[in-house]
Nanobody, 114 residues
Framework: VQLQASGGGLVQAGGSLRLSCAAS????????MGWYRQAPGKERDLVAR???????NYADSVKGRFTISRDNAKNTVYLQMNSLKAEDTGVYYC?????????WGQGTQVTVSS
């Protein structure tokens, strides 16, 4: 599956952004989806994920501020980010897992100014 992430940008601390990840192909509804973040000089870490059954889990650092959701009719997964902090800065990648297959999107930059 091909993934196209969008919605990143520059925002002040305390602001909000919504990321979108559009997927091609017919397997989206059965794929487990996730958002990951890679800050400069650091590893890529899980931010949030949502299963095909819409169960969710979040990194402790974003709980209560970020919400992941999916729209199977649009083959899209979203990440609503509120109360953004400088430490949320990084490149955000979406990931699709289905069976033994794993696909990554190209990433979208989020920069939070303090």
């Amino acid at each position: 599956v091909q993934l196209q992430a969008s919605g990143g940008g520059l925002v002040q601390a305390g602001g909000s952004l919504r990321l979108s990840c559009a997927a091609s192909g017919s397997i989206f509804s059965i794929a487990n989806m996730g958002w990951y973040r890679q800050a400069p000089g650091k590893e890529r870490d899980l931010v949030a994920r949502i299963t095909s059954g819409s169960s969710t889990n979040y990194a402790d650092s974003v709980k209560g501020r970020f919400t992941i959701s999916r729209d199977n009719a649009k083959n899209t997964v979203y990440l609503q980010m509120n109360s953004l902090k400088a430490e949320d800065t990084g490149v955000y990648y979406c990931k699709a897992v289905y069976g033994t297959s794993v696909d990554w999107g190209q990433g979208t930059q989020v920069t939070v100014s303090s």
